[in-house]
């Protein structure tokens, strides 16, 4: 699908384009175009590309491959971008990675992704509701879409700070083999927001330090406050890595000391029960039997008697020094 927003001189009023007018617009630099392609047929989208805005086979070729990680090409007369989008499946602890190629161009703005991106969605909302950022150009449309982008990286974070959360109640209520998949999860989606910020976060910097002729000078403010935004993040996605490392040790060790517990209770069953296995097994010898078959029936002496007494104590008194020793 491709649509199209043409803004015409100082008109409040947003256009939708066609792409036979695409060339009559640009020649005006007074004029503003945006146009997107979502899951657009990359024959077609190409074609567009070389032969309306004369973007340059390279970056074309880039753009049109989702195997790169965010950066920004200056190709002079228009920059080429890389962003990232994503999102978070708590259904299945995974991180997912939109990619957003950007063509901004002293008049125009090309936008270029396979799949839905809701923060430029949000932006292409605004941009018809609202004319105070196309006011101000067309980079500053470039900031509205990063904005909105950066701020699905914070809903992100926040959910996955939420799910860590969760995990780590689960640790302590019931750990079971599943929460080690779900922290192991938990850290590769931490990861792979750590790689998608790092770049981000430098792409950003640059548009805000360096020198590019189609980003106004006044504009780079904007995108040092994408850029003040994207550190913080990182610095989070940081010290989520490490909470999800913590839960993985708590697991570890709360599963250590509930061992540690039945090797104790297992330790003292035995060691209760083990007195009467050597005195039944001493007096059970055949070599008893004879004496007692002569001398006296079992169940009626006080031999019998003071076994049984034998038996019973020797575990209790164990079991009082073991209390006393605080072994239990």
Known sequence: MIRS???????????PAVVEDYLKILENPNNMLWVDFSGED????????????AFHPLAIDDALRETHVPKVDDWEGYLYLVLHDISFDRAASELETNELDVFLGPN????????????????????????RHRRKGVDHLLYLVSDEIVADFMVTVDLMDEEIEQVENLVFDKPSPDIVQKIFKLKRS???LRRSLSPLREVFNKLARD????????DQIYFRDVYDHLV???DLSESLRDVASGALDTYLSVINNRMNEVMKTLTVVTSLFMPISFLSGFFGMNYFQPVAAALM?????????????????TPV????WMRRRGWI
């Open 5 to 15: 927003l043409y803004f015409e001189n100082e008109k409040s009023e947003p256009t």
């Open 42 to 53: 990359p024959a077609h989208t190409e074609k567009i590309m070389r032969d309306i805005f």
């Open 108 to 131: 125009f703005l090309v936008t270029y992704h396979e799949l839905p991106v809701h923060g430029l969605e949000r932006a292409w909302q605004t941009c018809l509701k609202s004319d």
């Open 190 to 192: 931490t990861l792979h």
């Open 211 to 218: 020198d590019y002729s189609v980003i106004d000078e006044k």
């Open 232 to 234: 913080r993040l990182h």
């Open 297 to 313: 029936p079992w169940t009626h002496t006080p031999s019998f008697i003071g076994a049984m007494i034998v038996f019973i104590g």
């Open 317 to 320: 008194a164990m079991l009082a």
